[in-house]
Each structure stands twice: as structure tokens, then as C-alpha cells.
């Protein structure tokens, strides 16, 4: 089955930097675009950074110029670089991934939406 980890949450002060990571295992035929989004409690899940597998990357306004998107698609990794954290970047981030491969124990070429674990980000002095 198809899974994604995520690593590198955790506190910080504001300046700071941090990197998440995230790895998709299983079985996989394909990988699409890769990203991150983040949720505070009573809030949506936003969007933060997205990859295409071309590597063409989008951002939210609130994290240009702060923020960068990778993947490594060989190691079947995403990563996020947060740098100049602000206390407004507190919240869960989750890894998100659209995969075509063994779903349910079939193979399909369909590309399916998956999440990771979720990662806590503190931003606070």
C-alpha cells in the first residue's frame, strides 16, 4: 500500500529555518506532482508549495521568498525549506502526493490523491 512519511517538524524561533521531509513507499508506477499543505485547528488545509514532476513549483503568497520546494524523484522524496519562520507559520503540515500504483491491492495507472502523517511546525520566541 501506498504510504507517505514525513519527517522534520518541530520548534523553532522566529528567524529560524527548518526542513521537512517526506518519502513515498509501496507500490508505486508514477509519482505526479508532490507538495505540502498546512492546517491550523478550525482552519482549511492550505496549500503551502507544490512540484511537478517536470519541476515546475507553485507557491502560496504568504511563503514566496521564504520558502522552497524540491524533490528528489529517484528517492521518491519531497522536501520543504522553511527559512525566516514567523509565528504565522505555526500549524500541521502534511505531505501530499498524487500516485498511480497498488491501490487496494490492484495495480492502476489512475493517479490517486495521498496524504502523509502530518508534521508539527512551532513557530515561537
Known amino acids: 500500500q501506498v504510504q507517505l512519511v514525513e519527517s522534520g517538524g518541530g520548534s523553532v524561533q522566529p528567524g529560524g529555518s527548518l526542513r521537512l521531509s517526506c518519502v513515498a513507499s509501496?507500490?508505486?508506477?508514477?509519482?505526479?506532482?508532490m507538495g505540502w499543505y498546512r492546517q491550523v485547528p478550525g482552519k482549511e488545509r492550505e496549500l503551502v508549495a507544490d512540484?511537478?514532476?517536470?519541476?515546475?513549483?507553485s507557491y502560496a503568497d504568504s511563503v514566496k521568498g521564504r520558502f522552497t520546494v524540491s524533490r528528489d524523484s529517484a528517492q521518491k522524496t519531497v522536501y520543504l525549506y522553511m527559512n525566516n519562520l514567523k509565528a504565522d507559520d505555526t500549524a500541521a503540515y502534511y505531505c501530499?502526493?498524487?500516485?498511480?500504483?497498488?491501490?487496494?491491492?490492484?495495480?492502476?495507472?489512475?493517479?490517486?490523491?495521498?496524504w502523509g502523517q502530518g508534521t508539527q511546525v512551532v513557530v515561537s520566541s
Open positions: 501530499h502526493a498524487k500516485i498511480s500504483g497498488q491501490r487496494f491491492g490492484i495495480w492502476s495507472n489512475d493517479k490517486y490523491p495521498y
Open positions: 509501496g507500490g508505486i508506477s508514477e509519482i505526479g506532482v
Open positions: 512540484i511537478t514532476n517536470a519541476g515546475i513549483a
